[in-house]
């Protein structure tokens, strides 16, 4: 803003834009979402309808479901074991990816499960096999034991356990 001081009253002053060529400024307005274009323009949707009329806060996200019989819930994976997607997690030997959380169970003993983190420790790459009591990863060959140990390289660093609590066919991890 350029102002004339000179005036015997008040000071006369006239806008001047920024020297935005129109091609920046056609670039801004691609770029820019529209919430940003109403903030910068002081305008807010506060008189809006957006379908809660009462300006209550809205619910929280609900978990995020993963198959049925599996939810994610924050840094908890709940567990219904009595369903067709964790069957596999009710023998010994059974082995159980969840995807949605980078966990991955066994059953180690018939009734013992275990959980860790499902991230390789070499490259984070996704293990999604097990077999002969060891994960496998699919990028590089590393192995890991029950315990969560590398037995095979190139990992450098054991895998990540979870605590797991069980009640009845309700198993909980938490990471
Ligand atoms: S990322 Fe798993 S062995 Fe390389």
């Known amino acids: 803003m350029d102002c004339d001081m000179t005036s015997d009253m ?11 060529s129109s091609a920046s400024r056609r670039a801004f307005l691609r770029t820019a979402s529209g919430a940003t274009v109403m903030a910068l323009l002081g305008i807010t949707a506060t008189g809006c309808s957006d379908g809660n009329p009462t300006g209550a ?4 996200e ?7 019989g599996i939810m994610v819930d924050g840094n908890q994976v709940i567990l219904d074991l009595t369903s067709d997607a964790t069957e596999d997690l009710t023998t010994q030997g ?11 169970a066994i059953n180690v003993d018939g009734t013992t499960i275990r959980a860790f983190t499902s991230v390789c420790t070499h490259q984070q790459c996704t293990i ?13 060959g590393s192995e890991f034991d029950t315990q969560g140990e ?13 605590d797991v609590s069980r009640s009845d066919d309700t198993v909980t991890i938490t990471k």
């Open 10 to 20: 008040s000071p006369t002053c006239a806008w001047s834009e920024p020297e935005w």
């Open 94 to 104: 059974g082995f159980l990816l969840i995807d949605e959380a980078d966990v991955m």
């Open 57 to 60: 806060e809205p619910p929280e």
């Open 62 to 68: 609900p978990a995020e479901d993963g198959p049925a």
């Open 150 to 162: 590398v037995v095979a390289g190139p990992a450098p660093q054991p895998l990540t356990e979870y």
């Open 128 to 140: 999604n096999a097990f077999a002969d009591d060891t994960f496998m990863c699919p990028c590089h």
